[in-house]
């Protein structure tokens, strides 16, 4: 699935480097490169509820989303691709992130 990154986040600022470019997970930098089904979806453009000052982003920055209106495209474990509607039930959504847990999800769903 494509992420959510706040457009403000798209460029760093000027002078140094931004949380946004640390290297991974195992560098200290989570929210910059890991994603979780756990969180609403967000359009790039949206203002999160708890919107970070500075280089330092909230929660709402591990999701995923998208920078497309209404949706967001997510690559499933057969190979095929799907528009997601960002305003996907929360429990759905978490169902499509864990594999082994028994849920199963419909297209329709989506």
């Not at 986040?9 to 200290?28: E, Q, V």
């Not at 967000?42 to 000052?53: H, K, M, P, Q, V």
Request: charged share 20%; aromatic share 10%; net charge negative.
């Amino acid at each position: 699935m494509e992420k959510s990154v706040q457009a403000k986040y798209y460029t760093a600022p000027s002078g140094g480097g931004s949380y946004w470019d640390l290297n991974g997970y195992y560098d200290g930098a989570s929210y910059a490169n890991m994603r979780q089904t756990g969180e609403p979806l967000y359009g790039d453009s949206e203002r999160r509820s708890n919107d970070s000052t500075g280089d330092d982003p909230p929660v709402e920055q591990s999701g995923f989303g998208s920078a497309h209106p209404g949706t967001c495209t997510a690559v499933f474990g057969d190979g095929s691709t799907h528009s997601i509607s960002l305003t996907i039930d929360g429990l759905v959504l978490d169902r499509l992130g864990k594999r082994a847990d028994g849920g199963v999800v419909g297209i329709n769903d989506l």
